[in-house]
């Protein structure tokens, strides 16, 4: 449709299609695609076609078993994203996390479809049971009337969502009571942030994404100074971006929006819009053009004989038009830090030869590899206990080896009786064996047996 068409993500996209040397663009009008027949409109190697409100999707797919040209979104799918149930039903055979639900079909043919109990803060659908708050969404893609039930708790009511009209996206209502007529998915509500994350696929292994006021907040749409809704940028986890490829390669749309939910430490996939484009991002036009130019070289070069590949050279230099003249554009700044301030740590060593301390060593399988590390609470217990028999049994000696060794095993008792109980990792002993009594250099200070 001429809207979508002559958009100005769509312009800024094809312009940069069409300075691909092989690639020439040609927008069809709304004229030809409602009026004539699909036998009148222009031929073409690759299609670029998508539904939208009043587009013949019908002569579209007519069109495509006619002149077989090369789809970067398939049209036979388009007919799926527009219904809810099959949405969901595809992400759920894709192993994709959505919300829990349970789907309300008023079909006179289906009548056990349709077993719906409402309760002042639930509502049982199908033997399914969803306490308030919970989503009520039409079947219909296509319908944006989509209601949030919340519990008395809470205060009761609903709110409810439209396309965007003006600076509103939702109104509160007074009303608690589900809709009566029409067929509906009923969805446990997600607690997120207060925002939704919008993510635009293009092609399976390239996904941008920006997060959105939520419009269940107040429904109040944030605007920049030139009207357009604020949009905030947002990294993927590498969850995410394999959930952005599982959508595309499953609803076949090469082009591909849909919307997640971040909450409770997971993402949700809530909605698959299919074509969709980025507004207000130069980067992102130049990237989608990039790729959809070279899957079409890539899909139709041989065909035609053409002599192409696709490039493999590093990145181009983001020079980027300004006021001044081109200049290279700053993508990211990156920063390793590392704080410089701690306590040192406190250390002292002294040579021990008695046989406790061998009995200790022993006890952990020291001898394994001729160093032992104490660290546990009831190990340092051990020492400590050590420490302090020989202080006492030392203690009636007054010769001047026997009083150096004693001041050496009372700080070393002090040490281990600071702070009254051992815990963290603020204090350990290190033994290391020397069999012929030569003390050696160490990188940390230890208790050496001799």
Not at 248 to 265: E, I, M, P, S, Y
Not at 279 to 308: T, V
């Amino acid at each position: 449709m001429t809207k979508k068409s002559k958009s100005k993500p769509m312009t800024q996209i094809l312009e940069r299609l069409c300075k691909f040397e092989y690639i020439t663009v040609v927008i069809m009008g709304e004229d030809v695609i409602l009026n004539e027949p699909v036998e009148n409109w222009p031929p073409c190697d690759c299609l670029i076609s998508f539904h939208s409100k009043g587009f013949p999707l019908d002569k579209a797919v007519a069109y495509a078993k006619l002149c077989k040209p090369f789809l970067i979104n398939d049209l036979d799918m388009q007919y799926y994203i527009q219904d809810r149930r099959e949405v969901y039903r595809i992400l759920q055979e894709e192993g994709i996390d959505l919300p829990r639900y349970a789907v309300l079909n008023r079909d006179p043919d289906r009548p056990e479809e349709c077993n719906l109990v409402e309760g002042e803060d639930h509502v049982e659908v199908n033997g399914a049971v969803f306490p308030k708050p919970f989503v009520e969404k039409p079947v219909s893609a296509e319908d944006h009337n989509v209601y949030i039930y919340y519990p008395t708790s809470a205060g009761g009511g609903s709110q409810r969502l439209f396309r965007k009209i003006g600076s509103r996206s939702s109104v509160y209502s007074p009303e608690s009571s589900v809709r009566k007529t029409g067929s509906y998915i009923y969805e446990e509500f997600m607690p997120t942030d207060g925002t939704d994350v919008k993510v635009y696929t293009v092609g399976p292994d390239y996904a941008h994404a920006e997060a959105r006021k939520s419009p269940a907040l107040d429904g109040k749409v944030e605007r920049d100074s030139e009207g357009k809704e604020i949009r905030y940028p947002v990294m993927l986890t590498a969850m995410e971006k394999l959930v952005a490829r599982k959508v595309c390669v499953a609803f076949k749309q090469t082009v591909c929006g849909f919307d997640l939910l971040r909450a409770n430490g997971h993402s949700f996939v809530c909605d698959v819009n299919g074509f969709s484009f980025v507004k207000n991002s130069m980067k992102y036009y130049d990237d989608c053009a990039k790729i959809l130019g070279n899957i079409i070289m890539r899909e139709l070069a041989p065909q035609f004989h053409i002599p192409w590949s696709i490039p493999t050279e590093a990145e181009d230099i983001p020079i980027v038009p300004t006021t001044s003249g081109t200049m290279m554009e700053l993508r990211c700044v990156i920063a390793v830090i590392r704080h410089g301030d701690r306590t040192p740590k406190q250390k002292m060593k002294m040579e021990v030869k008695h046989l406790r301390f061998f009995e200790l060593f022993e006890k952990y399988d020291g001898y394994k590899t001729g160093k032992l590390k104490l660290k546990k609470p009831e190990q340092l217990q051990e020492v400590l206990d050590i420490a302090r028999q020989l202080v006492v049994e030392l203690g009636t000696h007054s010769d001047c080896e026997i009083e150096e060794q004693k001041s050496k095993l009372e700080q070393l008792k002090s040490v281990l009786e600071m702070y009254g109980h051992f815990s963290g990792i603020n204090r350990k002993v290190q033994l290391t064996y020397l069999p012929h009594g030569h003390p050696k250099a160490a990188s940390e200070d230890e208790v050496s047996l001799l």
